[in-house]
């Protein structure tokens, strides 16, 4: 309804700057045309208010519809994609529907997700995380570069404790069948993801 009427409202701005337009005869004093120029600044001026306030409604209800399809934990939505792709196709196809591969905050949200994801994507699963070491190895950070503050790395096994892959797994996953833990994997496995989406 409020997409309905904004698209209303932006069709009558439309007519109102092309009557003015056709309306104004062609030989004016310099008076009248700065008066007409500035009407018609304002109107441009309100029309590109009128689009960015409709481009923002469409994001918002794009996450809206990502939030009923996927979870919303500490103010973020994420949503499973079952499909099994390698850590870069995953990534590339979260930032191609305005996300990025997801990463928990903190422990609670760690659980929740591992939940939703036992669920979505299957209880013993490993699912890409938007967290590696790629750039310096023993550096683990999300895609953006940033170091990463809460990590869930598997401990159990005292001979190889997670993460210890080296060089050669550089992605991390989180563990469906070891309770939610990360462990560090080749970025070239076939994963099902999980694409996080801030919520505007």
Not at 110 to 132: A, H, I, T
Request: with cysteine; proline share 4%; hydrophobic share 35%.
């Amino acid at each position: 309804m409020e997409f309905r009427g904004v698209c209303v409202l932006l069709g009558v701005l439309l007519l109102a700057g092309s009557s003015l337009q056709q309306a104004a005869p062609k030989k004016k004093p310099l008076k009248k045309d700065a008066t007409r120029d500035a009407a018609v600044a304002e109107l441009q001026k309100q029309i590109d208010n009128i689009v960015q306030e409709l481009n923002l409604l469409k994001e918002q209800q794009a996450l809206q519809t990502v939030c009923l399809k996927g979870v919303k934990i500490q103010g973020k939505c994420f949503l499973a994609d079952p499909v099994k792709k390698r850590y870069h196709a995953a990534s590339e196809d979260c930032n191609a529907l305005g996300g990025v591969l997801g990463v928990p905050a903190s422990g609670a949200g760690n659980d929740q997700l591992r939940d939703y994801l036992r669920q979505s994507v299957g209880p013993d699963e490993q699912v890409w995380l938007g967290v590696n070491d790629m750039t310096t190895e023993g550096t683990w950070v999300d895609q953006t570069g940033v170091g990463v503050a809460y990590k869930n790395w598997d401990a159990s096994n005292y001979r190889s404790p997670q993460p210890d892959g080296g060089k050669s797994q550089n992605c991390a996953v989180l563990s469906g069948a070891s309770q939610g833990k990360w462990f560090d994997e080749s970025c070239r496995e076939e994963r099902p993801s999980v694409c996080q989406f801030n919520i505007v």
